[in-house]
């Protein structure tokens, strides 16, 4: 009978093990599915700063901090930037409130994003980059899109994958150039000997003319984008590396290295440059990130390249005549052999054949294949549409159909009701948008749209003291004062970058700033989960030790009752 209550006890210890390791294999999910905890702080520092951009988990921040320093590499440059000459960057005024390379007039003239890898060769991939963008725009050609080699200026500059400065990247890209990438494909390994490059290489070679150094000024960068993109370079801290979407800002974390980019557009309405990364398509919005004017020290170092082929005045790839080339009309981009026949009363094609289309009756620059009227010289395209002429003197097929910017809303000089005929997102009963524009027609600004204070920021844009300048999204947040200077809701003592003291509130240090915004909200959450985890993981396996414990004793007894 004793036997029988000894195997008894024995299959219940048994069956209470069973459920112990059932418990801890259920607990280490859970352990494993923690949120980490700087994201957290990043999330809840982007919420107190009022901050326009989102966060979360990407190929980036879930590297190990050495990992993470290893996609760096621009190092800030030790001398000042020389002075421009008149004919590189011209600062221009009544320029575009937005532009974007990747979309100008529908076409892209940026190259695709590439992936740098754990090797700080940003500089390389950013200076490449521009310089494969710059070819296009000068030679009128966003189908000439380059892929030229970063490994040729990694293994053949003095650079390497613990970085180098934007400007002597600039300078080998002028007196070496860059080779094109099936020549010397990239490893990302520093310590690949140039001479690995292709046999032909001195035929592969493309070489920048010069580069200009463009100030950290808004309006001076803002000029020369409306001529091209640029390479530049900021600073990197730890809530970068979690960026998902919108416009970053710096809120959370150490700093971790310099970085370089493409500078490829900028925004008006959001205060923003548009920057194409080297951390693949699966970081940020597809490769590329927006940054607020001034964060991070963006804009420094910031170069304008300018390419000039003497054996190809037209930039478009293909070499004169003279240079042993066969582009018959090397001062046109759209001419060159195989190039696609256009209406444009030239041999695009280099077939030397002139097509009947291709004509020019009257003498006036348009051929027969787009002038609707080849016997009247005042009738074609590029004329202006009349209106009470009956004419149809710009050959829309409509006459006295002034429609300048082709909206399909006349201008109000012919009966239209188009308010700004330059303008394609302004017509009557167009939606409106915040971009300080009487876009419906109306006659009437909504007050949302308005800049009273002409700070450049309008309400709809965030300004939340519309009469007072000093007061708008993108200032710095001034203590003491009363006012909500940066608009992200707090004011001293409810501000993140004040702390209160005896003489009042005053800005906090950055050691001080940086400990308050590592805080999460609620403080208790994160520790409140790891309590969790350590409780589900340590109750089974106390449990599995009890329970061990009492069925070897049980044992033991029974070999004694025996």
């Keep these: 009978m004793t036997a029988e209550k000894s195997r008894a006890k024995s299959k219940a ?28 702080s990043v999330q809840t520092a ?11 988990e990407t190929p980036m921040s879930r590297l190990s ?12 440059s030790l001398m000042p930037p020389p002075e421009l000459s008149a004919s590189s960057v011209r600062k221009a005024t009544n320029l575009p409130k937005r532009v974007d390379w990747r979309n100008v007039q529908g076409t892209d003239w940026t190259t695709p994003v590439k992936d740098q890898g754990s090797c700080g060769s940003c500089w390389a991939f950013s200076a490449v980059g521009t310089m494969e963008s710059v070819i296009s725009i000068r030679a009128k050609n966003p189908a000439l899109t380059l892929n030229l080699s970063e490994q040729y200026v990694l293994s053949c500059s003095a650079g390497s994958c613990d970085g180098w400065w934007m400007r002597p990247t600039a300078d080998f890209l002028r007196a070496s150039g860059a080779v094109d990438e099936g020549c010397l494909p990239y490893t990302g390994d520093g310590s690949d000997p140039c001479s690995d490059r292709c046999t032909d290489w001195p035929n592969r070679v493309w070489k920048i003319d010069q580069w200009h150094s463009v100030p950290n000024d808004v309006e001076a960068i803002k000029s020369a984008l409306n001529q091209q993109v640029l390479t530049t370079a900021f600073d990197v801290y730890t809530d970068f590396y979690y960026y998902t979407g919108g416009v970053y800002e710096h809120v959370w974390g150490d700093y971790e290295g310099g970085h370089a980019g493409v500078l490829v557009g900028y925004d008006d309405i959001e205060h923003v440059w548009i920057v194409k990364n080297s951390w693949n398509t699966s970081w940020g919005e597809e490769g590329y990130f927006k940054i607020l004017w001034g964060d991070s020290d963006i804009g420094r170092d910031t170069l304008f390249i300018e390419y000039d082929n003497p054996c190809d005045d037209d930039e478009d790839g293909y070499l004169d005549p003279s240079c042993g080339g066969e582009d018959c009309d090397d001062e046109d981009p759209r001419v060159h052999p195989d190039a696609e026949e256009i209406c444009d009363g030239k041999d695009s094609d280099c077939d030397f ?26 009738v074609s395209p590029g004329e202006i549409d009349l209106c009470g002429d009956g004419i149809d003197n710009d050959c829309s097929g409509t006459a006295d159909d002034k429609d300048l910017d082709e909206d399909g809303d006349q201008d109000t000089a012919c009966g239209g009701t188009d308010c700004d005929d330059q303008n394609p997102a302004t017509y009557l009963g167009a939606p409106e948008i915040c971009d300080g524009l009487d876009n419906d027609c109306d006659g009437n600004l909504p007050q949302s749209e308005r800049d009273v204070d002409e700070d450049t920021w309008l309400i709809c844009a965030g300004d939340c ?43 906090a240090t950055p050691a001080d700033a940086a400990s308050l915004q590592s805080v999460p909200a609620p403080p208790s959450l994160a520790a409140s989960r790891i309590g969790n985890t350590a409780l589900w993981l340590v109750l089974p396996l106390a449990s599995f030790g009890i329970g061990r414990w009492l069925q070897r004793r049980q044992r033991g007894k029974m070999a004694i009752s025996r």
Excluded at 46 to 56: F, K, V
Excluded at 65 to 76: D, V
């Design 465 to 507: 003291m519309d009469w007072y300048s000093r007061v708008h999204p993108g200032n710095a947040e001034a203590c003491d004062n009363w006012l909500d200077d940066d608009c992200d809701g707090g004011i001293d003592g409810d501000d993140i970058e004040c702390e209160f003291s005896a003489a009042g509130w005053s800005a």
């Design 65 to 76: 901090p050495e990992e993470r320093r290893r996609y760096l590499g621009a190092r800030l």
């Design 13 to 40: 210890l048994s069956g209470w093990l069973i459920l112990a390791w059932v418990l801890l294999l259920f607990s280490l999910p859970r352990a494993l599915q923690a949120e980490s905890g700087e994201l957290m």
């Design 353 to 378: 054949e002139l097509t009947a289309e291709e004509t020019d009756g009257d003498e006036d620059g348009w051929p027969l294949c787009n002038d609707c009227d080849d016997s009247d010289a005042a």
């Design 46 to 56: 982007i919420q107190r700063s009022g901050a326009r951009w989102t966060s979360g």
